[in-house]
Structure formats: C-alpha cells, structure tokens
C-alpha cells in the first residue's frame, strides 16, 4: 500500500518560516517526481514547486520564488518544503504528490499525479 503522510505544518507568524516533509512508504521515491500543492479554502488547489526524481530540476509557483525551496533525500524516501518569509496569504492545507512523469504530457503544476497525501494545514497569522 502507498501512503504518502505530510508533517511540519503549524500555526506561525508571517515572516516567520516552516519546513514541510513528505515521506512516504510502500513506493521507492527515487521513482517519482513530486510536487506540493496547497488548497485555501474556498480555493482551488494549486501547485507550489515540484521536483524531478532525481533531484535535479525543481520549480516554482511566481509567488513562492525565492522564498520556498523543495528538496529531496530519496534514502530516506522524503521530500522538503523549506518555507522562508511567510505570509498570510501562504495560509492553506498543503499536500504532496508523487507521479510516474512518463505517464504524463502534462505541466508538474497539474493535478495528474498519482499518489496524494492527506494534507497539512499550515496557518499563517498577520
């Protein structure tokens, strides 16, 4: 069975910073690109950086540039969302996803993953 559990987000005051990590158990990350997503609520989820499995290329949603960096340790099967300088609008539930990018034509940014965490909510306070 694949699960994928984020962990790390909290209540945190803007310009403050969190970091996010995606593990994962009953698939070898190192197969995967993953991206995280997040959801406000009322909003529809969008993509927030993605990362190719090997490590190599990562990229960013505009309005996280420069302030969130996606990481990946794929020994220990976990993905990193380093979030600096954050602000209210940063406010959502945060999920990671894995996906076989051969399967796929589509931008990282798209929702044609396929394993999906359960989300984290990260608040971010003004």
């Known amino acids: 069975q694949v699960r994928l559990v984020e962990s790390g987000g909290e209540l945190v005051q803007s310009g403050g910073s969190l970091t996010l990590s995606c593990s994962t158990s009953?698939?070898?990350?190192?197969?995967?690109?993953i991206g995280w997503f997040r959801q406000a609520p009322g909003t529809e989820r969008e993509g927030v950086a993605g990362i190719t499995k090997d490590g190599a290329t990562t990229r960013y949603e505009d309005s996280v540039k420069g302030r969130f960096t996606i990481s990946r340790d794929n020994a220990k099967n976990t993905v990193f969302l380093q979030m600096n300088n954050l602000k209210p609008e940063d406010t959502g539930v945060y999920f990671c996803?894995?996906?076989?990018?051969?399967?796929?034509?589509?931008?990282?940014?798209?929702?044609?993953?396929?394993?999906w965490g359960q989300g984290i909510q990260v608040t971010v306070s003004s």
């Open positions: 996803a894995a996906r076989d990018e051969t399967l796929y034509a589509s931008p990282w940014w798209s929702h044609e993953y396929d394993y």
């Open positions: 009953g698939v070898t990350l190192g197969h995967y690109d």
